[in-house]
């Protein structure tokens, strides 16, 4: 492999041998010509790369954004939480039922996890791998109890004809397969999945979308803590200019490098006074105004990261985005087109799945429980109070009643 370093102060037949040397594998001949070739004028080292990006399996993105990125991390938990604290309403045509089998079930989906915890899981799983996959679970043909299954773990299996014919999952060693469609008065999987362009079968992560921007803003964070245990400023360069001219010899070349690493490198050396030999100077090398550009840099990234799951970035503190008048009106925003639209379609989904057990079926939100909705549902009870040419049977109605 080239060293991606260009030497300037070597003459072309003094790179070709360095070139050859490393090709030949030797590593340490090459730096003892490097440490021979070191010129009494100041050189710069210019490298050459390419960006290197992370994956985008639900595992890298969980441990990339969920778990390594405080915006992804943040705006992630926002959307699950608040999704999650909204209770349903059932209904059986028109009619309200209080007291529904599928309320209870849903408020305790199983023995671990209550409907908040449950939900909340569904919803990060939705977020992190576009996909959400729930098991039922059925004694004496009655269903009793929910569990999510890791999206992960689930891989879709096609018939002939492209149609899903069922899943497989895979945990503790053993690979089980899940009917696609229910069978024998038995529930089948429930996939929920957000909307991919290029897949039939499985949904495309928000994540995905704003990989870039993960991948920028924690490289930000990872220049900026190497930048503070190096003294919170760069590197320089140390200068060898003696009188009687000549080179440091290889041994003098190893010795420094290795002062220098042990006794002046990291955060606990900052400030430390560098002690010189005769013929050595130091030379600082500043940041320029578009080298410490990389807080706006991290900044935007974590705009683009809020954008792309639907969160204000207001809402999350990002300086620099004050699109919504006050934080009042992004929260509405953020539950009219992020958190309502993920709970409707979830509701939907499982509104028609378990038509299946329970018959007639319709779940919705109850949206006078939203705090965040307080001012337009007051606002909505004002208008419609207001209305006299409504009946009192008409005006419930409106409210949705």
């Not at 010189?276 to 578009?290: C, I, Q, T, V």
Request: no cysteine; proline share 5%; hydrophobic share 45%.
């Amino acid at each position: 492999m080239k060293s991606p370093f260009r030497l300037p102060w070597l003459s072309t037949g003094e790179r070709k041998a360095v070139s050859a040397d490393q090709g030949k594998g030797g590593a340490a001949v090459a730096e003892v010509k490097m440490a021979a070739g070191v010129a009494s004028a100041f050189a710069v080292l210019a490298s050459e790369g390419t960006a290197h990006w992370s994956g985008r399996s639900y595992a890298a993105l969980a441990r990339t954004g969920f778990m390594r990125n405080p915006v992804a991390y943040r705006a992630v938990r926002m959307i699950a939480e608040a999704a999650a604290a909204v209770p349903w309403l059932a209904y059986e045509g028109v009619a309200e039922v209080a007291d529904h089998p599928a309320l209870a079930l849903l408020l305790r989906p199983n023995g671990r996890q209550g409907g908040p915890d449950f939900f909340e899981a569904l919803y990060g799983h939705l977020l992190l791998s576009g996909n959400a996959y729930v098991e039922p679970l059925a004694i004496g043909g009655s269903l009793r109890e929910l569990h999510l299954l890791r999206p992960d773990r689930v891989s879709v299996v096609e018939g002939r004809d492209g149609w899903v014919t069922g899943y497989d999952y895979r945990a503790g060693g053993r690979t089980r397969r899940l009917a696609a469609e229910a069978e024998d008065g038995r529930l089948s999987l429930l996939h929920l999945k957000l909307f991919h362009p290029l897949d039939d079968h499985s949904g495309f992560s928000p994540l995905v979308a704003a990989g870039a921007a993960l991948d920028l803003s924690n490289a930000a964070a990872g220049w900026n803590k190497a930048l503070l245990d190096n003294s919170a400023r760069p590197s320089g360069a140390l200068v060898y200019q003696p009188k009687d001219g000549g080179n440091l010899s290889a041994d003098q070349y190893q010795r420094l490098k290795d002062e220098l690493e042990a006794g002046y490198s990291g955060a606990v050396n900052a400030g430390r006074p560098l002690l010189l030999e005769g013929g050595l100077d130091w030379k600082a090398m500043g940041l320029s105004p578009k080298d410490m550009d990389f807080i706006e840099a991290r900044n935007g990234a974590a705009r683009d990261v809020a954008l792309a799951l639907g969160v204000p970035p207001m809402l999350i503190g990002i300086p620099g985005d004050n699109t919504y008048a006050n934080y009042q009106e992004a929260n509405r925003a953020f539950y009219r087109l992020t958190v309502l639209p993920l709970i409707a379609r979830t509701a939907a989904s499982f509104s028609a799945w378990l038509s299946e057990i329970y018959g007639e079926l319709r779940l919705e939100p109850d949206l006078d429980r939203i705090a965040g909705l307080s001012a337009e549902r007051e606002a909505l009870w004002a208008r419609v109070g207001a209305a006299g040419f409504l009946t009192d049977d008409e005006k419930r109605e409106a409210v949705g009643y």
